[in-house]
């Protein structure tokens, strides 16, 4: 009898551990799958958050482009009107028939922000403004009306022109820097919001 109760013990021993064995798979399988989920989640905020770093990049480079054409622009024709040298224009005809271009670009990294879509709007209207007041110094300059050229450079719109086209500028790459920023401040999953 001794025999038949130690082998119903070892049974009952053997049963209880596979039973042990079984919760411990299952356990060990639910934080498995836990874990994978939280890492799953962390990279795909991971990804999502270097795509908006790029548009950000973007945005920020043909930002700076804009600037730049309508700096080039300006030192062209004022290269122009010191010189008479029709080759200073190359820079501001070159930056006037890439504008269009470097506005499409950047309005290609704003769809849906309307606060940034408007002000694009006045960036374009802006530079077309200051194209437009170039274009009226040379002319005048061509036809030798010096005097109505030299009235409109001493207007100092030109200059009014390049200071709104900064702030503007300055206005859509401050707002998409706010939208990285918050997007870089969410809370990401596996991180302990808990503090102490």
Known sequence: MTKSRNFLNTVNDLYSRVGLF??????????????????????????????LNSETIALLRDA????????????????????GDPRY????????????????????HIDG????????????????SYFM???????????????EMLDVVRTGHARRSINRINADVQRIVTRERARLGSAR??????RSTISC
Do not use: C
């Not at 224009?89 to 290609?108: I, Y």
């Not at 401040?185 to 596996?190: F, N």
């Open 185 to 190: 401040s969410t809370p990401r999953p596996g």
């Open 133 to 147: 007041d170039l274009r009226t110094v040379i002319v005048f300059e061509n036809a030798g009306l010096k005097k």
């Open 113 to 128: 922000n309307e606060e940034n879509t408007r002000e694009l709007q006045r960036l374009g209207n802006e530079v077309q």
């Open 89 to 108: 224009l190359e820079p501001m005809l070159e930056s006037e028939s890439e504008l269009p271009g470097l506005m499409a670009a950047l309005r290609s």
């Open 22 to 51: 079984i919760a411990s798979t299952v356990l060990l399988g639910s934080l498995l799958i836990g874990s994978s989920f939280i890492a799953w989640r962390a990279n795909v905020q991971q990804q999502e958050l270097a795509r």
């Open 64 to 83: 700076h482009r804009i600037r730049l054409a309508a700096l080039e622009a300006l030192r062209g024709q004022r290269g122009y009107l010191l010189t």
